[in-house]
């Protein structure tokens, strides 16, 4: 696609439900990463993925969390028995093959998936 | 949680008129980024700086990384309304990794 797509672009959960967020890559995109954006906060690291391999989940917040990206495009966020601490836009980003962006790569942002536990 | 600390939180300008925005960190990064957030969308990367000293500019927007590689600042020259946005600074190290300020909030009154 022509940019990074994100679904749901809304989502209210009840307390304790468990909810999926999905992120569709630049095409060709091999580096993927997740954000966690809380109200009026900057973007907060969660993982990154280099083709299907997650190689940093040092920011996700707790186990509840989880990603995948098993055939290295589409990946998933998925966030067990939701908190109302969970409220958050969660924005995937992705970048050309090189790693990183100490390199010169572009990351690119989605729009974002905005997520209230209620 | 976020290591940079940005400033100012929020800025209320007239249009015509430049502002300077900056980003310091107790940690030293080998990139600093800038972007720009508005509602509902996410950031939009404006200028990336990759050597402390270096200075770069993209339109009225001009960003310098600082020689101690532990701070940077924005400008943007004569503002206009579509600048209103929430900007942005980024540090990176050598992982993939990046850290963010909790921006400034640009308003531009006509």
Known sequence: GAGVSQSPRYKVAKRGQDVALRCDPISGHVSLFWYQQALGQGPEFLTYFQNEAQLDKSGLPSDRFFAERPEGSVSTLKIQRTQQEDSAVYLCASSLPRTGVSSGNTIYFGEGSWLTVV | ?110
């Open chain 2, 1 to 110: 949680g976020q290591q940079l600390n940005q400033s100012p939180q929020s800025m209320f300008i007239q249009e015509g008129e430049d502002v300077s925005m900056n980003c310091t960190s107790s940690s030293i990064f080998n990139t600093w980024l800038w972007y720009k957030q508005e509602p509902g969308e996410g950031p939009v990367l404006l200028i990336a700086l990759y050597k402390a000293g270096e200075l770069t500019s993209n339109g009225r927007l001009t960003a310098q990384f600082g020689i101690t590689r532990k701070d940077s600042f924005l400008n943007i020259s004569a503002s206009i309304p579509s600048d209103v946005g929430i900007y942005f600074c980024a540090g990176h190290y050598n992982n993939n990794d990046m850290r963010f300020g909790a921006g400034t909030r640009l308003t531009v009154k006509p």
